[in-house]
């Protein structure tokens, strides 16, 4: 079935490294992809996009790469801070049908 | 600007009880969402609005209604709340359904 997943559940990593959250999508249809980010008793937070004609976008300290062929798009985060941690989610949205599909989630923790 | 806001932002009832859960956002976007979240299930979509006027049921619809009562307002009613309700809800707005989503803080609703 169409669906958008993440390799690891959770993700745990030193203050100061490089952080790669990773999530694949089988529906080759998706056009429009988002990252979010959720923190304890918070509502999600937009953090960056991609369309599908893109392969790479770069936020601040955030990058997103987008590979079409294996379906497969993850989540990058340079110099990871304490106030990174934070549960991530991918979401995959089809043309104008405004149904946004989330995947399950990645708990990332930062240790100091 | 507030962004999206959600009332309330905690709630308890007893089987059976019905109750109302608003939504507003400032932001002159032309589509609203409303979504739960459960643990190990992401979000889901219950109900959302394309435009004022019109709405559509999502992928978790059942036991609930909605209204889209002007562009800023998009109400999500309870008729007869059940323990499988629980859950934390979540607001959504978005310019139109291919632009990103932006949420609310999320409405914890327990049912007894």
């Known amino acids: 079935g169409e669906s958008v997943g993440l390799h690891l559940p959770t993700l745990s990593v030193q203050e100061g490294d490089n952080s790669i959250i990773n999530c694949a999508y089988s529906?080759?249809?998706?056009?429009?992809f988002i990252w979010y980010k959720q923190e304890s008793g918070k509502g999600p937070q937009f953090i960056i996009d991609?369309?599908?004609?893109?392969d790479k976008r770069q936020g601040q300290r955030v990058t997103v790469l987008l590979n079409k062929t294996v379906k497969h798009l993850s989540l990058q985060i340079a110099a990871t801070q304490p106030g990174d941690s934070a549960v991530y989610f991918c979401?995959?949205?089809?043309?104008?049908?405004?149904?946004?599909?989330f995947g399950k989630g990645t708990l990332l923790t930062v240790n100091p | 600007n507030a962004g999206v806001t959600q009332t309330p932002k905690f709630q308890v009832l007893k089987t059976g009880q019905s109750m109302t859960l608003q939504c507003a956002q400032d932001?002159?976007?032309?589509?609203m969402y409303w979504y739960r979240q459960d643990p190990g299930m992401g979000l889901r979509l219950i109900y959302y609005?394309?435009?004022?006027?019109?709405?559509d049921k999502g992928e978790v619809p059942n036991g609930y209604n909605v209204s889209r009562l002007n562009k800023r307002e998009f109400s999500l009613r309870l008729e007869s709340a059940a323990p499988s309700q629980t859950s934390v809800y979540f607001c959504?707005?978005?310019?139109?359904?291919?632009?990103?989503?932006?949420f609310g803080p999320g409405t914890r609703l327990l049912v007894l």
């Open positions: 959504a707005s978005s310019r139109d359904g291919q632009e990103t989503q932006y």
């Open positions: 529906n080759s249809a998706s056009d429009y």
């Open positions: 991609i369309r599908s004609n893109m």
């Open positions: 979401a995959e949205l089809r043309g104008s049908n405004y149904k946004l599909t």
């Open positions: 932001m002159n976007h032309n589509s």
């Open positions: 609005s394309a435009s004022e006027g019109t709405t």
